[in-house]
Nanobody, 123 residues
Framework: QVHVVESGGGLVQPGGSLRLSCAAS????????MGWYRQAPGKQRELVAA???????NYADSVKGRFTISRDNAKNTVYLQMNSLKPEDTAVYYC?????????????????WGQGTQVTVSS
């Protein structure tokens, strides 16, 4: 019922930039936190950046100063602007949407995940 679709991944040179987008749709009352996670081969999925409904942000130490997360509440969309990309940023990036939905007779927040988009930083 809730659909999360990511876009914007691709191949980029070291030092380059990409902007990821993630749009949520479906039977959603509201969206609280939204975030981006990434997973590289052989590694655990890790938080990259998150943003609350009020606009507060949190970043992994490895991306501070280079990545910027933002959201458009009217479009239920979250963005990740990635600058000064490094080979270490290569991973599949997943969007997480904390959507308030109806679960049986309850209204609760449920994390929804996108399918992932590949980001490759290489010369």
């Amino acid at each position: 019922q809730v659909h999360v679709v990511e876009s914007g991944g691709g191949l980029v040179q070291p030092g380059g930039s990409l902007r990821l987008s993630c749009a949520a749709s479906g039977s959603i009352f509201s969206i609280n936190a939204m975030g981006w996670y990434r997973q590289a081969p052989g590694k655990q999925r890790e938080l990259v950046a998150a943003i609350t409904s009020g606009g507060s942000t949190n970043y992994a130490d490895s991306v501070k100063g280079r990545f910027t997360i933002s959201r458009d509440n009217a479009k239920n969309t979250v963005y990740l602007q990635m600058n000064s990309l490094k080979p270490e940023d290569t991973a599949v990036y997943y969007c997480m949407v904390g959507a308030v939905v109806a679960v049986e007779t309850m209204i609760r927040e449920v994390d929804h995940w996108g399918q992932g988009t590949q980001v490759t930083v290489s010369s």
